[in-house]
């Protein structure tokens, strides 16, 4: 009688590799763009002004504005958050 190994071995880290650091960039770059969200909330980027603003739903979509804004500053190269948030978690994971 023959038993045969149902095991499946991982595949190669040289292809697995590439597409998991791309993830891992997808998510620093969120992050950073979400902690970007903050800042902007913090300062008042996206407050109704007192005067000549758009009432209730300028309010309501304020948070809107302020998230594409942070998006936006991070494609664009941000605060070099992401890439340290990569950085360190590539190095916890090779480590």
Known sequence: MEI???YQPRLDVSVTAP???AQLMQVA???????L???????????????FGGGA???QFGSFMREEQ???????GGIGLAES??????DQRNG
């Open 29 to 35: 770059k969120n992050l950073e763009a979400a902690f």
């Open 85 to 90: 948030l990569f950085d360190a978690l590539t």
């Open 70 to 76: 942070a998006k936006r500053m991070t494609e664009a």
């Open 57 to 59: 739903g300028e309010d």
């Open 4 to 6: 045969q190994s149902v």
């Open 19 to 21: 597409r998991e650091d």
């Open 37 to 51: 969200a903050e800042m902007l909330k913090s300062v008042g980027f996206g407050e109704t002004p007192e005067t």
